[in-house]
């Protein structure tokens, strides 16, 4: 599949105005300053269609992107470390948890995580909080342009490793992705058009 085009539709925090229609969505989130921003822009093929920040936690609301005028993409707030308060972060959780548990077009999350270090718990809970809530998703591990391949190899295994012996029986589904380098790129969104004809079947 190529984007054809991708478009800024809406941003609010409150998932009863998200877009009424039907269209599937699918969900990118992860801890802050993972490289979600760059990762949609690459994808899209768009410069600045997600806004990029030095600073982490720039992403404060839900952000609808409709993509070849058939789905959406949806760009969610940061978890885990962002400058905000405390009552903004709880803003966060709420309306994110009402996003994942609430919204019947969702598809599929893709959860972002820095190729580059061990194992956070936060990204573990919030993993968990998904197969709890039986929500499909992928892992995306990002970066990988900033490891050398057999570095990379061995970071993506230790992860395996640590997921199995936890709470999972099997390695979710991931992918390895670099935004400069557009490592993923076409997995990705192939990924998305495989899952999107087989909702056009069923």
């Excluded at 009863?16 to 921003?37: D, H, M, Q, T």
Aim: aromatic share 10%; proline share 4%.
């Amino acid at each position: 599949m190529s984007i054809k085009t991708a478009e800024f539709l809406v941003s609010n925090s409150n998932v009863a105005k998200c877009p009424k229609n039907n269209l599937p969505e699918y969900a990118f989130i992860g801890r802050s300053n993972v490289g979600k921003s760059s990762l949609i822009n690459m994808l899209t093929d768009r410069k600045n269609l997600a806004k990029t920040s030095g600073r982490p936690g720039k992403t404060q609301l839900i952000n609808h992107f409709i993509i070849n005028q058939s789905w959406y993409l949806v760009d969610l707030p940061g978890y885990g470390y962002a400058r905000v308060s405390k009552k903004v972060k709880k803003e966060f959780q709420k309306f994110i948890t009402q996003y994942f548990e609430e919204r019947e077009q969702l598809v599929s999350a893709f959860v972002l995580i820095d190729c580059r270090h061990e194992p956070q718990p936060i990204d573990k809970e919030f993993m968990e909080y998904l197969g709890e809530k039986q929500i499909p998703f992928s892992i995306i591990f990002t970066k990988a342009d900033k490891l050398k391949p057999k570095a990379l190899e061995r970071n993506i295994e230790n992860y395996k490793q640590e997921l199995l012996a936890g709470a999972w029986a099997e390695m979710p589904n991931y992918f390895v992705s670099s935004a400069t380098s557009t490592t993923g790129k076409d997995e990705i969104i192939n990924y998305i058009e495989q899952i999107n004809e087989q909702l056009k079947e069923s």
